[in-house]
């Protein structure tokens, strides 16, 4: 990663995470949901535990490092992308990436209220404005009265993903305050979320026989090594670059191109007001995720012997 140049890994997160929301409708086609969560993270884990042993980072920790491992990723990559996946049964997946984009002010507010990390003003209107954004998005299809029932449900899986992940997206930040390294919690922690998915496909019954279906074996590696381990990688490294504050700008263009691969692939027509909605929404993402350049400090003039008014 470290040869590519930033705007390349800024690229490929972002076309990578921007298309992961379409590639899911072809999971959940062929296999329940919780059975496509379970075997994506599960494949998504080992190859990051993979990853850790080929470069030597250690794997061994201790059976209170393994249970907060466990409540990040049942929550981060179990529950939640549960949800993710029966909320686009119902509706396009780039209506669900941009409700998805009300996380960062759920977790924001939950760090204030848990934690009593200091969250400015900016970023709470920036949020406010992003959930006007998703409610004007979601206000013509709760007015169809043929798709009232199928929007409610997608609508409350998607609260119910955003809240969730927010548990886990707390949990992840305890972690690495409290030092534990980044990729064995990411590895460990989708291996949990694998196995809270595949707990709650087995008590409902349901198959992990595979499908035949190319297009599944194919989204499922896509979503898995692409959009699961390569992005985490990409973001890392561009992170370390440019700071988290415009490497934040993902997480701005990842719904935006979402919702533009729902116009192209998914046939969906948004009206006027949808429009609107996804306007205010990417603007409050930028206003949560974007922060403003640092103003340089004004030169200090030294002393000087000479006389006021004198040329120099």
């Known amino acids: 990663?470290?040869?590519?140049?930033?705007?390349?890994?800024?690229?490929?997160?972002?076309?990578?995470?921007?298309?992961?929301?379409?590639?899911?409708?072809?999971?959940?086609?062929?296999?329940?949901?919780?059975?496509?969560?379970?075997?994506?993270?599960?494949?998504?884990?080992?190859?990051?535990?993979?990853?850790?042993?080929?470069?030597?980072l250690p794997l061994r920790f201790s059976g209170t490092d393994h249970a907060v491992f466990a409540l990040q990723g049942v929550f981060m990559y179990g529950v939640s992308y549960i949800c993710v996946y029966e909320a686009e049964r119902y509706l396009p997946s780039g209506l669900v990436a941009v409700g998805y984009s009300a996380s960062p002010l759920i977790s924001g507010i939950g760090a204030m209220l848990l934690f009593g990390v200091a969250v400015s003003r900016r970023f709470v209107a920036g949020g406010l404005l992003g959930l006007a954004g998703?409610?004007?998005?979601?206000?013509?299809?709760?007015g169809k009265a043929a798709?009232?029932?199928?929007?409610?449900?997608?609508?409350a899986f998607t609260v119910g993903a955003v809240l969730l992940s927010s548990v886990g997206s707390?949990?992840?930040?305890?972690?690495?305050?409290?030092?534990?390294?980044?990729?064995?919690?990411?590895?460990?922690?989708?291996?949990?979320?694998?196995?809270?998915?595949?707990?709650?496909?087995?008590?409902?019954?349901?198959?992990?026989?595979?499908?035949?279906?190319?297009?599944?074996w194919i989204s499922l590696l896509y979503l898995s090594l692409a959009g699961s381990v390569l992005t985490f990688a990409c973001y890392l490294t561009l992170q370390d670059r440019i700071g988290p504050g415009p490497s934040g700008a993902i997480g701005v263009m990842t719904p935006l191109?979402?919702?533009?691969?729902?116009?192209?692939?998914?046939?969906?027509?948004?009206?006027?007001?949808?429009?609107?909605?996804?306007?205010?929404?990417?603007?409050?993402?930028?206003?949560?995720?974007?922060?403003?350049?640092?103003?340089?400090?004004?030169?200090?003039?030294?002393p000087s012997s000479r006389m006021p008014g004198k040329p120099p």
């Open 1 to 56: 990663m470290s040869r590519l140049r930033s705007w390349q890994l800024f690229a490929i997160c972002v076309l990578t995470w921007g298309t992961t929301w379409h590639a899911i409708t072809y999971q959940i086609g062929h296999t329940a949901p919780d059975v496509g969560v379970a075997v994506r993270f599960a494949l998504a884990g080992l190859c990051v535990i993979g990853l850790c042993l080929w470069r030597g």
């Open 134 to 142: 998703v409610a004007l998005i979601f206000w013509p299809e709760f």
């Open 147 to 155: 798709q009232g029932v199928s929007t409610a449900k997608g609508a």
């Open 170 to 216: 707390l949990t992840a930040s305890r972690n690495r305050h409290r030092g534990l390294p980044f990729w064995p919690a990411l590895g460990f922690g989708m291996l949990w979320g694998a196995a809270a998915a595949a707990l709650v496909a087995l008590a409902q019954g349901h198959s992990f026989m595979p499908p035949a279906a190319w297009s599944w």
């Open 257 to 302: 191109l979402a919702l533009v691969v729902s116009l192209m692939f998914e046939g969906y027509r948004p009206d006027l007001l949808t429009a609107v909605g996804a306007a205010l929404a990417v603007g409050g993402n930028a206003m949560m995720l974007l922060r403003p350049a640092p103003r340089r400090p004004e030169p200090k003039i030294a």
